[in-house]
């Protein structure tokens, strides 16, 4: 089967950057995802690696290590509008499967 | 480019009775999924389907839960009998290539209490 480990919950503050880690164990990887979920909206995608290495997207980075089965996704310059909870997802055999989620909590 | 359309967006019913969602994903997508979201949690996985065929359907409680998708466009999800753990939202998803991780777009999704 698969399974992801994300932390439930993490707090920074405000113009600061934060770390949420990945780690995942499944058969037929192809690729990790982060998606955004603000309360009550529809989760949002953020970034996909498929290959080892790190992937920019303006403040938002994803990295990823398929030989350690681990990824994170880091957040820079914080914003308050960066609260919210963050999902980790593996595509394998076909399905795009996702973890608990990390709920983020930006303080001023 | 139009969204995910989902309705309804909330439902209150009570336990043993039914209730039906439905979902137009984004124009030209082929790939649709539908997963449950219980507070707190991930997106779990119920069907996924590719054009109007079940790709993976392991997640989804047959007997009770049943979806369809009949000409390859729009799709229904229906839950008869309802369970009170069926509380939860049901989003629906939708993706233009199947296992490679590209984007999939949600929906609003639809809140489902039972009570």
């Known amino acids: 089967g698969q399974s992801l480990e994300q932390p439930s919950e993490v707090t920074a503050v405000e113009g600061a950057i934060v770390q949420i880690n990945c780690t995942y164990q499944t058969s037929g990887f192809y690729g990790l995802s982060w998606y955004q979920q603000h309360d009550g909206g529809a989760p949002t995608f953020l970034s996909y690696n498929a290959l080892d290495g790190l992937e920019e997207t303006g403040r938002f980075s994803s990295f990823l290590s398929r030989s350690d089965s681990y990824g994170y996704l880091l957040l820079q310059e914080l914003q308050m509008k960066d609260s919210a909870s963050y999902f980790c997802?593996?595509?394998?055999?076909?399905?795009?499967?996702f973890g608990q989620g990390t709920e983020l909590s930006v303080k001023p | 480019e139009a969204g995910v359309a989902q309705s309804p967006r909330y439902k209150i019913i009570e336990k043993r009775q039914s209730v039906a969602f439905w979902c137009n994903p984004i124009?030209?997508?082929?790939?649709l999924y539908w997963y449950q979201q219980i507070l707190g949690q991930g997106p779990k996985l119920l069907i996924q389907f590719q054009n109007n065929g079940v790709v993976d359907d392991s997640q989804l409680p047959k007997d009770r839960f049943s979806a369809e998708r009949l000409k390859g466009v729009d799709s229904t999800l229906k839950i008869q009998p309802a369970k009170l753990e069926d509380s939860a939202v049901y989003l629906c998803a939708s993706a233009s290539l199947r296992g490679t991780g590209n984007t999939i777009y949600f929906g609003e999704g639809s809140w489902l209490t039972v009570v």
């Open positions: 997802a593996v595509t394998s055999g076909g399905k795009l499967i």
């Open positions: 124009s030209g997508h082929a790939t």
